[in-house]
Structure formats: structure tokens, C-alpha cells
């Protein structure tokens, strides 16, 4: 009697271990992707910090297209505006695609391709660009990490108990796929 | 009951192994700090940047890196960098100061990757400007052996000497590089201090210079403590002197402070610092 006790009480010992550990590790992955997600904020926001520099400098030389500069103010505002992550995702993306028009409008003036105040801008403007990209990157590394195991067998037991939920991989936007047409000649 | 318990603790432990899928593409192991996989390099070039930057990571710890490919297999050369990057873990853990140069003849493209420690010094438009006006005018006349070498030069000069070498605004470096020289000065002192403090086989000079330069800059506690540092430090360097000395190593004046030996054989290269980059640098084509 006495050794069957025993043994019972060295296995819940076990289980109770097992399920600690498990607890422990879905927390450290969901540190993981929160943690992540910040540095992609982060990179979002070095890009937000650039873009009046980069404004400034070109500001002078269009001739016409000035409304590419309103669409950028908008895309900014709306960005510092934001306040959820799903929100700053959307508005980050919005970003973008203002800051893309901005730059196929700049290849219609060759004398900015020689400035070299705007070159090395633009050289820290697809710096930070490929910053954003290799975080999400990242982001989505850890997060399909973390996904897989929550979905495994049998962490997905204690996951459900504790409401450890999937998180959202970030999608490249449809839009963004598209390369961005300016038209010249509406004025 | 036994066997139960022992299938038991098993099942648990084998539970809890996780296996992790590999997504990037696997590139193969740094063979040195030049790796010349599309062979455009000739011999001694090879040989001499490699002796270059190794007495480069010697002498500051930075660690650059020269990698040429056949071919990006589809793949943009800013993921390539970074995979490459991630993957040998260019910089030393602490400081993250790697920079992995890619040459990617047959496309045509190139791109300096800096790690997390030197993005403040080799800023993107820094590595942008070196790329255009010193690398690409080279590769465009398919000198692609000047153009690395002259590349390579122009980022130790930034990243050890002046940093604003390459600037393209003027409004700040002014201001900066007075500093900047104190600190330099400073540094090399430091440096020729150590080397001097390591010579000496006896510990308490360095004790000295410590409570000297101490009183002279804190305080009584702080010449203490400083005072200790360097009993400790200088009891380190004469140790380290007698080791590299009786290896055989070089031990001129700048050597013999850096380098603290590990001791490995000279065939082969041991790999990189662990250091890691986030996407900064610039890339340029020709």
C-alpha cells in the first residue's frame, strides 16, 4: 500500500512538473512575439521620424504633384493617431504606400538623383525599410513558433486551459503588392 | 514499478522536445574572414585582406566579413545579407560590431550589412556613400579586386578612425569631431599604457597609475578602487605578455594588448563572435 502511494505521489510530482514547465514556456514564446512586435514598432517609428527630413528636401523641387505631400501629412497623422496594434498596422501600411508615391514621383527629377543630402536620406530611408522587413520577419518567425506550440500535442491542452490564444501572423497587405501608379497629367 | 516510473519520466521528457524547423536557406560555414565563393579574387589579395582584418578584429574587435556568391538563387541580396549575417553571427556577442560585405557579381548587386553596434558609426548613408562613390566607379570598370579593397579600407577608416569621413551633411560632424579626437587620443594612450604596464613582470605599477589617476580625477575611494583595477589589470597583461611570449606570438607594442590569446591552432578559422544586425547598411548595384 504504502509503495503504491508512493509511486503516486513521485507521479503527480512529474505531472505537476511537466505542466509547470509547459505553463512557463507558452508564457516565455508569448513574451517572444509581444517582444518582437515592439521591435517592429520600433522600425516603424525610425521611418515615421524620417520622413519630414526627407520632405524638406524635395519640397522645392516638384513642380507639381504637390498633393503626394498631403497624402504623406495624412498617412502620418493617421499613424501617430493610432492606438491598438491592428490600428498601427494599418496605418503603418498606409504610410508606406504615401512614401511610395513620394518616391516615384522623385525619379521624374534627375538633379534630386545627384543631391547628395537626398541620397543619403533615401539611403536611410531603405535602411529602415529593410529594418521593417527583416523585424516582421522576425515577428513572424516567432509567432509561427509560438502557434505550432500551441497547437502541438498535448501542450494544447494546458494552452486551451489557460487561454493561451494563436496569434495573427502579419500579412503582406494586397494593395502593397501593387507597385504605385502616379498619373502626371491631371493638372 | 520501477520500469513504470522510469517509462513514465521518459514519456515526459521526450514530450517536452521540441523540434525546430529550419526556414532560411543554410549557408555554408565561414572558411575565414574572406569567403571568395565566386572566385574573383586572386590569391594574394585574398590572403592579404584576410590578414588585414584579422588584425583589424585584433586591434578593435570588430569583426568585418567579405562574402562573394555565385549566385542569389532568386533571393533579394538584403535577405541573403541578413541570413549570412544570422548565421555566422558576425560582431562579438556583447558589442553586435559586425560588417558583412556581399558581393554578388553575376547579378550585379552588392550590399554592406551592419550589425546592431556599428549603426550608430557606419549609418546607412554612410555605407551608401562608400558604395557609390568608392565601390561601384570600381566594379563598373570591373576592377572588382580594387574597388573590395578600397571598400574595405574606407569602413575600417570609418568605423575605427573617423566616422564622419563619408558625410554628406556638414552641419553636425564639426561639432563632434573635437570629441572625438579626445577620445581617440585618449584611447591610444590607454593602449600604449597597457602594453607598457604588460611588459613589466612585477604587478604594482599598474596599482600606482591606478591611485594616481584616481585621486587625480574622483576621489580618495575612487583612487582605491582604481588603484585595485589596475593592480588587477596589469597582473592580467604580464600574464597575458609571458603566455603570447612564450607561444610565440607577436608582441609588439599595439599586439600585446589585444589579442588576449586563446590559444588556438593556426590552420584553422574559429568561427565568429555571435554578434547580431537588424537590416542596416545599403545596398547598391552596377
Do not use: C
Amino acid at each position: 500500500m504504502k509503495k503504491f502511494l508512493l509511486g503516486l505521489l513521485a507521479f503527480a510530482v512529474i505531472v505537476g512538473l511537466s505542466l509547470s514547465n509547459t505553463y512557463n514556456k507558452l508564457v516565455t514564446k508569448t513574451q517572444n512575439v509581444d517582444g518582437q512586435w515592439a521591435q517592429v514598432e520600433t522600425q516603424y517609428q525610425r521611418r515615421f521620424d524620417l520622413i519630414p527630413n526627407l520632405v524638406n528636401s524635395v519640397k522645392g523641387a516638384f513642380t507639381q504633384e504637390q498633393e503626394v505631400f498631403g497624402a504623406i501629412a495624412e498617412a502620418r497623422t493617421r499613424y501617430s493617431g493610432a492606438q491598438s496594434v491592428d490600428e498601427k498596422a494599418q496605418a503603418a501600411t498606409q504610410v508606406e504606400s504615401a512614401l511610395g508615391r513620394l518616391l516615384v514621383v522623385m525619379e521624374n527629377y534627375p538633379q534630386l538623383q545627384s543631391n547628395t543630402t537626398v541620397l543619403g536620406l533615401m539611403d536611410e530611408l531603405s535602411g529602415t525599410e529593410n529594418r521593417v522587413s527583416v523585424e516582421r520577419k522576425r515577428f513572424n518567425d516567432v509567432v509561427k513558433d509560438y502557434n505550432t506550440t500551441i497547437k502541438r500535442f498535448p501542450t494544447n491542452l494546458i494552452a486551451s486551459m489557460f487561454n493561451f490564444d494563436a496569434r495573427a501572423f502579419f500579412e503582406a497587405v494586397e494593395a502593397a503588392k501593387e507597385a504605385p501608379v502616379v498619373d502626371l497629367d491631371t493638372k | 514499478m520501477r520500469k513504470f516510473l522510469t517509462a513514465v519520466i521518459l514519456t515526459v521528457v521526450s514530450l517536452s522536445v521540441l523540434t525546430k524547423a529550419v526556414q532560411a536557406k543554410d549557408h555554408p560555414k565561414p572558411t575565414g574572414f574572406v569567403n571568395d565563393y565566386a572566385k574573383i579574387l586572386s590569391a594574394s589579395t585574398k590572403d592579404s585582406l584576410e590578414a588585414k582584418l584579422e588584425e583589424f578584429k585584433n586591434s578593435t574587435s570588430n569583426e568585418i566579413s567579405i562574402v562573394t556568391l555565385n549566385s542569389l538563387e532568386g533571393d533579394t541580396i538584403e535577405n541573403v545579407a541578413v541570413e549570412i549575417f544570422e548565421q555566422w553571427g558576425i560582431g562579438t556577442k556583447k558589442n553586435d560590431n559586425g560588417v558583412l560585405l556581399v558581393i554578388a557579381p553575376n547579378e550585379r548587386e552588392l550590399r554592406i550589412e551592419v550589425g546592431y553596434g556599428l549603426e550608430p558609426v557606419l549609418t546607412d548613408a554612410r555605407a551608401g556613400t562608400i558604395i557609390r562613390t568608392i565601390i561601384t566607379p570600381e566594379f563598373k570598370k570591373d576592377n572588382y579586386e580594387a574597388g573590395i579593397v578600397s571598400g574595405v579600407n574606407a569602413i575600417i577608416e570609418v568605423t575605427s578612425k573617423d566616422p564622419t569621413l563619408f558625410d554628406t551633411q556638414t552641419t553636425t560632424s564639426t561639432s563632434n569631431s573635437s570629441k572625438l579626437d579626445a577620445l581617440i587620443f585618449l584611447g591610444m594612450s590607454l593602449i600604449y599604457l597597457s602594453a607598457f604596464l604588460a611588459r613589466s613582470k612585477r604587478w604594482w605599477p599598474g596599482g600606482v597609475i591606478g591611485v594616481i589617476l584616481g585621486l587625480i580625477f574622483i576621489s580618495l575611494t575612487g583612487g582605491i578602487i582604481l588603484g585595485l583595477l589596475g593592480l588587477l589589470l596589469d597582473f592580467l597583461l604580464s600574464k597575458n605578455y609571458k603566455k603570447r611570449k612564450n607561444l610565440g606570438l607577436p608582441v609588439s607594442w599595439l599586439s600585446s594588448m589585444g589579442g588576449f590569446s586563446s590559444g588556438r591552432s593556426s590552420g584553422s578559422f574559429g568561427g565568429f563572435g555571435g554578434g547580431r544586425s537588424g537590416g542596416g547598411g545599403s545596398s547598391g548595384s552596377w
